[in-house]
C-alpha cells in the first residue's frame, strides 16, 4: 500500500514538476536581487572571472576577488570601480594550496563579512598528451580545478548554513562531461568539480533540506585565452564561444537559481547521446567533430607552447 502511495506522489512530483520546466522555457524566471550581497569569484583577474565581476558590480554586489595574478586582479578591481559606487576587496590568493585558501578566507569574514554567493572559477590547463604531463602538473591540475572547490566551501558553507541562504557556484567544463583526447588531466580535474557539486547539491537539498542554491556550470571552448591555439574542425556547428555572452550567460543563470548550465544549450543534446549511442559509434561522432586535433597547436597561456605545435 505504502509502495502505491509512494509512487503515485512520485509520479505526481514528476508530472508536475516537467510541466513546471515547461513553463519556465517559455515565462523566464524571476531574477534574484544581488545589490549589497558578498559575491567572491576566485580567479577573477582574468576571462569570464573578470567579466562575472563587472555584472556583479553593475549589479550593486559587493565583490571579493581572488587570484593568484595580483596585476591582473588589480585591474579588474580598476575595471568595476569605473561602475561606480562598488566595493572592491581584493586578494591574492593560491587557491591550490589549502593553508592559504584557509588563512585568506578567514581574512574575508573579519574584513568582509559573510560570502553569500562563492564562484569557484580559477582554472588551469597543461595542454599536454597524458604521458608528456609532468606529475607535479597533474596534482597542480586537480589543486586547482577541483580540490580548491572543497576548501573554499569548507570555509563559507558553514555560515550559509547558520543563515540557510547562499549560492554555491561550480564552473566546471563540457570536458568535465565528456573525455577529451589531449585533457586527459583537466578532464579528470574538472569531472571531480562536477562530481562534487553535484553531490553536495543533492546533499544540501535533499538530506539537509537547506535553501541553499548551487549552479554547475559547463561551457564549451571560450575565446578567452586559456585555450589559445585549439581550433574547432566546425566552427558554424561548434564556435570557440564570446567571452561576453559566456559570462553574461552565466551570471543570468546564477540570478535565476538554474542548477545545471551547459553553453551552448545544444551540448545537453550530445551528453544525452553521448551516454546511449555504441562505443564505436561515439569514437566515430568524435572524429567527425574533430576532437583528435582540437588540442594539436594548443599555446594557451604559455607562449613557449608555441615552439611544440609549430
Ligand atoms: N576558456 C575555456 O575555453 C573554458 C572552457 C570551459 C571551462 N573553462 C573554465 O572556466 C574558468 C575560467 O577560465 P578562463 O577561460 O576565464 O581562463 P583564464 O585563464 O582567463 O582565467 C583563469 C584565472 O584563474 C587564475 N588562477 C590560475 N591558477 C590560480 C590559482 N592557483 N589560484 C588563484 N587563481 C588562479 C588565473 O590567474 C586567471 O586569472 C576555468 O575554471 C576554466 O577551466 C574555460
Known amino acids: 500500500m505504502d509502495t502505491i502511495v509512494d509512487t503515485s ?15 519556465y522555457k517559455v515565462i523566464p524566471k524571476k531574477k534574484k536581487d544581488v545589490a549589497g550581497e558578498i559575491v567572491l569569484i576566485t580567479g577573477a583577474g582574468s576571462g569570464i572571472g573578470r567579466l562575472m565581476a563587472l555584472h556583479f558590480a553593475s549589479l550593486g554586489a559587493i565583490l571579493v576577488l581572488w587570484d593568484i595574478n595580483e596585476e591582473g586582479n588589480m585591474e579588474t ?38 560570502v553569500n554567493i562563492l564562484i569557484n572559477n580559477a582554472g588551469i590547463v597543461s ?24 576548501w573554499t566551501y ?11 541562504r547562499g549560492h554555491l557556484v561550480c564552473i566546471s567544463s563540457v570536458a568535465g562531461k565528456i573525455g577529451t583526447s589531449g585533457l586527459v588531466d583537466y578532464c579528470a580535474s574538472k569531472f571531480a568539480a562536477y562530481g562534487l557539486a553535484e553531490a553536495l547539491f543533492y546533499e544540501l537539498t535533499l538530506t539537509k533540506k537547506t535553501n ?49 548550465i551547459v553553453i551552448p544549450k545544444f551540448v545537453n543534446f550530445a551528453l544525452i547521446l553521448k551516454e546511449i549511442i555504441s562505443p564505436k559509434m561515439n569514437l566515430a561522432l568524435a572524429k567527425y567533430l574533430g576532437m583528435e586535433t582540437f588540442m594539436a597547436n594548443f599555446i594557451g597561456r604559455h607562449p613557449e607552447n608555441k615552439e611544440r605545435s609549430d
Open 212 to 260: 541553499i542554491k548551487t549552479t554547475i556550470v559547463c561551457p564549451f571552448f571560450i575565446g578567452t585565452g586559456m585555450f589559445a591555439g585549439c581550433v574547432t574542425k566546425y566552427p558554424l556547428l561548434l564556435p570557440v564561444l564570446d567571452q561576453n555572452y559566456v559570462a553574461q550567460t552565466i551570471v543570468n543563470g546564477i540570478l535565476k537559481d538554474e542548477v545545471f
Open 77 to 114: 578591481c580598476r575595471l568595476a570601480k569605473e561602475k561606480g559606487g562598488v566595493k572592491v576587496f581584493v586578494y591574492t590568493c593560491d587557491c591550490g594550496n589549502r593553508q592559504e585558501v584557509y588563512r585568506v578566507a578567514d581574512q574575508v569574514k573579519r574584513e568582509v563579512g559573510d
Open 127 to 150: 595542454g599536454k598528451y597524458f604521458l608528456d604531463i609532468p606529475d607535479h602538473m597533474v596534482e597542480k591540475s586537480f589543486l586547482v580545478n577541483v580540490m580548491s572547490h572543497i
Open 9 to 23: 506522489a512520485f509520479l505526481g512530483k514528476f508530472l508536475y514538476y516537467f510541466l513546471e520546466s515547461v513553463i
Open 154 to 164: 569548507k570555509s563559507f558553507l558553514p555560515a550559509m548554513l547558520k543563515a540557510n
